[in-house]
């Protein structure tokens, strides 16, 4: 099983980038599916989150500007980011929890990251 990131790039401040990040391999299911973010020189942070149900949350740094959702079908998550700021530039990693078709065991998976960098 692994989940690969998609999406990253160069924006001019005020754009918007949607980022898209795919599980693949033998999964059986996936719980909850996420967005973190690490700037250069500080720790990582949530971003945003959603259930398997569609329950989705924010962090305050993007709420009212981003949006959260998923493709089951696809096992498949998206961000959505609107009207970006150049303290939004950080490597993107999406996150899930995901049960294996091969064993039925659920982990914690990470994708590998796609940098977004937003010029002022």
């Known amino acids: 099983v692994q989940l690969q990131a998609f999406g990253g790039g160069l924006v001019q401040a005020g754009g918007f980038r949607r980022l898209s990040c795919a599980g693949s391999?033998?999964?059986?299911?996936?719980?909850?599916m996420g967005w973190y973010r690490q700037a250069p020189g500080k720790q990582r942070e949530s971003v945003a989150r959603i259930s398997s149900g569609g329950t989705t949350a924010y962090s305050d740094s993007v709420k009212g500007r981003s949006s959260i959702s998923r493709d089951n079908a696809k096992n498949t998550v998206y961000l959505q980011m609107n009207n970006l700021k150049p303290e939004d530039t950080a490597v993107y990693y999406c996150?899930?929890?995901?049960?294996?078709?091969?064993?039925?065991?659920?982990?914690?998976?990470w994708g590998q990251g796609t940098q977004v960098t937003v010029s002022s």
């Open positions: 391999g033998s999964i059986n299911s996936i719980n909850r």
């Open positions: 996150n899930a929890d995901i049960q294996s078709g091969v064993d039925l065991n659920w982990r914690d998976y």
